[in-house]
T-cell receptor, first 114, second 112 residues
């Protein structure tokens, strides 16, 4: 069965600091997809990134970057130079090939203090 | 506007009452999903539908029912059998595997 673990619950940082969110996953499939979503206070989940299991290339998009390591089953997410607008809950999720059901972690509450 | 519309935004249920949450999409997506979110928890899958007139139970389907009579609509009924319905309910859609799921704004259900 697929499983996603996000160990930290709430993380507080001062504005302009970097923050890294850890995500560890479990799956028996060799083909799978990993996601990060952001949930601002309004409640709607906003898609940030998807990675498939064959693409370990790390990515940078603006102030966001992702570090995918199959060897440790981790898909970590970093916000560089955090801003108050980054305050939200961030979810890591996993789906297995042929089954688009998403398994979510419990989320990381990020609080950016001005 | 293209997107996913959930209504109402807030809903209150009385003891023994069934209530229905609406989810409508105009993205022409085949698949639709219902998730439940409790405070401090991740999302848990209630039901999903990959095609019209077909749907499957998710991880926590007890006390809920759905229908998929139209591609655009996937209403969720919270029945009186659901003893702890207070939660935030999110609807999502995608165009098929592998794909990204997109979410509506959610409905917050409380018990009076």
């Amino acid at each position: 069965a697929q499983k996603v673990t996000q160990a930290q619950t709430e993380i507080s940082v001062v504005e302009k600091e970097d923050v890294t969110l850890d995500c560890v996953y479990e799956t028996r499939d060799t083909t799978y997809y990993l996601f990060w979503y952001k949930q601002p206070p309004s409640g709607e989940l906003v898609f940030l990134i998807r990675r498939n299991s064959f693409d370990e290339q790390n990515e940078i998009s603006g102030r966001y970057s992702w570090n995918f390591q199959k060897s440790t089953s981790s898909f970590n997410f970093t916000i560089t130079a955090s801003q108050v607008v980054d305050s939200a809950v961030y979810f890591c999720a996993l789906s297995e090939y042929g089954n688009n059901r998403l398994a979510f972690g419990k989320g990381n509450q990020v609080v950016v203090i001005p | 506007d293209g997107g996913i519309t959930q209504s109402p935004k807030y809903l209150f249920r009385k003891e023994g009452q069934n209530v229905t949450l609406s989810c409508e999409q105009n993205l022409n997506h085949d698949a639709m999903y219902w998730y439940r979110q409790d405070p401090g928890q991740g999302l848990r899958l209630i039901y999903y539908s990959q095609i019209v007139n077909d749907f499957q139970k998710g991880d926590i389907a007890e006390g809920y029912s759905v229908s998929r009579e139209k591609k655009e609509s996937f209403p969720l009924t919270v029945t009186s059998a659901q003893k702890n319905p207070t939660a935030f309910y999110l609807c999502a859609t995608d165009s098929g595997q592998p794909d990204i799921q997109y979410f509506g704004a959610g409905t917050r259900l409380s018990v009076l």
